[in-house]
């Protein structure tokens, strides 16, 4: 019998693990700042302004300033706020915000010194329902945050981001299970895979990626759905007592948000790390670099979507309320629905051929 | 209504249709109509390295003329002050003694001039009420400051420099817009 203190660590795992943690964080901490800045020049250059371009190269060191700025503001903690429950806020957003990218299949594998290197995280066979548990936590810190502040406007826009929240889930999961009926597994590994061999998912799930986008839109709290954080209904929303790193945790946290959904949308209806043509160009790259080029290949697809998002803000007013609600319900739902019933109908037909045989 | 442009457009009323409903169509629009602006020529003016043109009536900080030999013009009259509908300006005169031929063109001087910039409206009545030329509304405009003190200038900061013993300096202040009548 094997007694459970016969189980090895192993350390080399345990240190490969590390290492393309804290890569993969640092990537996103550094996408997230690089964003801010993006995020001002692509709304100079749609508003026919020039954005930021004093501090360094082309404003280039722009979030650098930004960061010190923030670092010596005066942290405030409101006194009647909750303080525990305040400083936690900003936290839970940030940890939610970096958790999800641990099941994202960032490359294939690397094989260093004859080790083999898988590029994800943890390929956890349930990694779909992950990413959605893990989402739904970032409601807590946008909720926390609202409601510890003891600020009315806050508690609003807290309760807005959470309902919001909420009700896109819905309609973001519906899309999410015809996905599921196309590719038969919840792995993201495994949808990659499978979107290399049979074609991009956004073949077969146009209306699901619709459905998909805009509720990532109201799940990042973006533009035309950034009601938690209306600045001037509820003059700043949700983070409107926090000042400093606080601040700049809640407003890190919203643009890793973005990156990592810009990523999971890349992932799961435009191949992830798959390059257009690379099953049919037999190649006689070294693997190696074919997975670096994957990787680069993810990210052209996730700024891709990035820059939507920011072009998206710059385009479309913000909703009202109601209509949020009449959108999340009553539209998005029910498509999502008539998709998922479709769909299903389609690759059952497919696989058992016509019912009426 | 006679519209004023040709660009007035009647506004369309009618219930969406179902395709309008989509709101994605006209999403998609409005996406490319942003996205054009990308490409647009920025009027952006760089400002402290590029900076627009004055234009030739613009009536900024004023300056006290001084004539070739870097005489001051002023004689102190009071017409200025007179005029200024802001009661901006404040002077005190003095007698011109022997031996100071050479600083003041007339026998009676300012021996004291402020103007507060804060109560200056920069009319340009002083300018048009002086019979002498001797005071200018020139092309900079007053620089922030930290005390209301500051903004009342004296006759440090309005004086012209001396054209005889500083020509270029002189030049620069002048600009293009103070005129030297040589017979007056």
Same mark, same amino acid.
């Given at each position: 019998?094997?007694?459970?203190?016969?189980?090895?660590?192993?350390?080399?795992?345990?240190?490969?693990?590390?290492?393309?943690?804290?890569?993969?964080?640092?990537?996103?901490?550094?996408?997230?700042?690089?964003?801010?800045?993006?995020?001002?020049?692509?709304? /100079?250059?749609?508003?026919?302004?020039?954005? @930021?371009?004093?501090?360094?190269? %082309?404003?280039?060191?722009?979030?650098?300033?930004?960061?010190?700025?923030?670092?010596?503001?005066?942290?405030?903690?409101?006194?009647?706020?909750?303080?525990?429950?305040?400083?936690?806020?900003?936290?839970?957003?940030? &940890?939610?915000?970096?958790?999800?990218?641990?099941?994202?299949?960032?490359?294939?594998?690397?094989?260093?010194?004859?080790?083999?290197?898988?590029?994800?995280?943890?390929?956890?066979?349930?990694?779909?329902?992950?990413?959605?548990?893990?989402?739904? &936590?970032?409601?807590?810190?946008?909720?926390?945050?609202?409601?510890?502040?003891?600020?009315?406007?806050?508690?609003?826009?807290?309760?807005?981001?959470?309902?919001?929240?909420?009700?896109?889930?819905?309609?973001?999961?519906?899309?999410?299970?015809?996905?599921?009926?196309?590719?038969?597994?919840?792995?993201?590994?495994?949808?990659?895979?499978?979107?290399?061999?049979?074609?991009?998912?956004?073949?077969?799930?146009?209306?699901?990626?619709?459905?998909?986008?805009?509720?990532?839109?109201?799940?990042?709290?973006?533009?035309?759905?950034?009601? @938690?954080?209306?600045?001037?209904?509820?003059? %700043? /929303?949700?983070?409107?007592?926090?000042?400093?790193?606080?601040?700049?945790?809640? &407003?890190?946290?919203?643009?890793?948000?973005?990156?990592?959904?810009?990523?999971?949308?890349?992932?799961?209806?435009?191949?992830?790390?798959?390059?257009?043509?690379?099953?049919?160009?037999?190649?006689? &790259?070294?693997?190696?670099?074919?997975?670096?080029?994957?990787?680069?290949?993810?990210?052209?697809?996730?700024?891709?979507?990035?820059?939507?998002?920011?072009?998206?803000?710059?385009?479309?007013?913000?909703?009202?309320?109601?209509?949020?609600?009449?959108?999340?319900?009553?539209?998005?739902?029910?498509?999502?629905?008539?998709?998922?019933?479709?769909?299903?109908?389609?690759?059952?037909?497919?696989?058992?051929?016509?019912?009426?045989? | 209504?006679?519209?004023?442009?040709?660009?007035?457009?009647?506004?369309?009323?009618?219930?969406?249709?179902? #395709?309008?409903?989509?709101?994605?169509?006209?999403?998609?629009?409005?996406?490319?109509?942003?996205?054009?602006?990308?490409?647009?020529?920025?009027?952006?003016?760089?400002?402290?390295?590029?900076?627009?043109?004055?234009?030739? #009536?613009?009536?900024?900080?004023?300056?006290?003329?001084?004539?070739?030999?870097?005489?001051?013009?002023?004689?102190?009259?009071?017409?200025?002050?007179?005029?200024?509908?802001?009661?901006?300006?404040?002077?005190?005169?003095?007698?011109?003694?022997?031996?100071?031929?050479?600083?003041?063109?007339?026998?009676?001087?300012?021996?004291?001039?402020?103007?507060?910039?804060?109560?200056?409206?920069?009319?340009?009545?002083?300018?048009?009420?002086?019979?002498?030329?001797?005071?200018?509304?020139?092309?900079?405009?007053?620089?922030?400051?930290?005390?209301?003190?500051?903004?009342?200038?004296?006759?440090?900061?309005?004086?012209?420099?001396?054209? #005889?013993?500083?020509?270029?300096?002189?030049?620069?202040?002048?600009?293009?817009?103070?005129?030297?009548?040589?017979?007056?």
């Amino acid at each position: 019998m094997t007694s459970l203190l016969a189980i090895q660590l192993d350390w080399a795992l345990m240190l490969e693990k590390f290492v393309l943690i804290l890569v993969v964080v640092t990537i996103a901490l550094v996408f997230a700042m690089y964003s801010t800045y993006a995020e001002r020049k692509v709304a /100079g250059f749609l508003q026919d302004r020039l954005g @930021p371009n004093r501090f360094g190269w %082309f404003g280039l060191l722009q979030p650098v300033a930004d960061a010190i700025k923030l670092f010596f503001k005066e942290d405030i903690i409101p006194n009647k706020a909750n303080k525990a429950l305040f400083v936690m806020g900003p936290a839970m957003a940030l &940890l939610a915000a970096l958790m999800t990218s641990a099941v994202i299949p960032w490359g294939d594998k690397l094989v260093i010194a004859g080790r083999t290197i898988s590029l994800q995280i943890a390929d956890i066979n349930i990694g779909i329902l992950y990413i959605f548990a893990v989402v739904a &936590l970032g409601v807590y810190g946008v909720m926390i945050g609202g409601w510890s502040s003891n600020n009315k406007f806050s508690l609003l826009a807290a309760i807005r981001g959470a309902s919001q929240n909420i009700s896109y889930e819905l309609a973001m999961g519906l899309a999410i299970i015809s996905l599921v009926f196309v590719t038969g597994s919840l792995s993201l590994h495994d949808v990659v895979v499978i979107q290399q061999q049979n074609g991009w998912n956004i073949l077969y799930q146009p209306v699901g990626f619709v459905i998909f986008i805009v509720c990532a839109f109201a799940e990042c709290n973006r533009t035309p759905f950034d009601l @938690p954080e209306a600045e001037n209904e509820l003059n %700043f /929303g949700y983070h409107q007592e926090y000042s400093s790193m606080k601040l700049g945790f809640y &407003l890190f946290a919203e643009y890793i948000n973005m990156f990592i959904s810009s990523v999971i949308m890349s992932t799961l209806y435009f191949g992830g790390y798959d390059i257009p043509f690379y099953n049919e160009a037999t190649s006689t &790259l070294n693997p190696n670099l074919l997975s670096l080029l994957g990787f680069v290949a993810l990210m052209l697809k996730a700024v891709f979507f990035v820059f939507v998002f920011m072009w998206v803000r710059w385009t479309i007013p913000r909703f009202r309320y109601d209509q949020l609600m009449r959108l999340g319900w009553k539209s998005l739902i029910p498509w999502a629905l008539a998709n998922m019933v479709v769909t299903a109908a389609v690759v059952l037909w497919m696989k058992n051929g016509a019912p009426w045989h | 209504m006679q519209p004023l442009t040709n660009r007035a457009k009647q506004v369309n009323r009618r219930p969406m249709n179902m #395709v309008e409903r989509f709101y994605l169509p006209a999403i998609l629009k409005g996406m490319g109509i942003t996205f054009s602006h990308l490409f647009k020529k920025r009027p952006t003016i760089q400002y402290p390295e590029q900076k627009r043109p004055f234009s030739q #009536v613009f009536r900024g900080l004023h300056v006290l003329n001084r004539d070739e030999e870097g005489r001051e013009r002023c004689t102190a009259c009071g017409l200025c002050a007179v005029a200024c509908p802001a009661e901006a300006i404040t002077m005190e005169a003095a007698e011109r003694q022997a031996g100071e031929d050479n600083l003041y063109r007339e026998e009676k001087y300012a021996a004291r001039y402020e103007i507060n910039m804060l109560r200056c409206i920069f009319c340009g009545l002083c300018e048009e009420a002086c019979p002498k030329d001797a005071i200018y509304l020139s092309e900079t405009f007053a620089p922030a400051n930290y005390n209301r003190k500051g903004f009342i200038y004296s006759k440090n900061e309005l004086l012209i420099p001396n054209p #005889v013993t500083d020509r270029e300096a002189y030049e620069k202040a002048a600009g293009g817009r103070v005129r030297n009548p040589v017979n007056s």
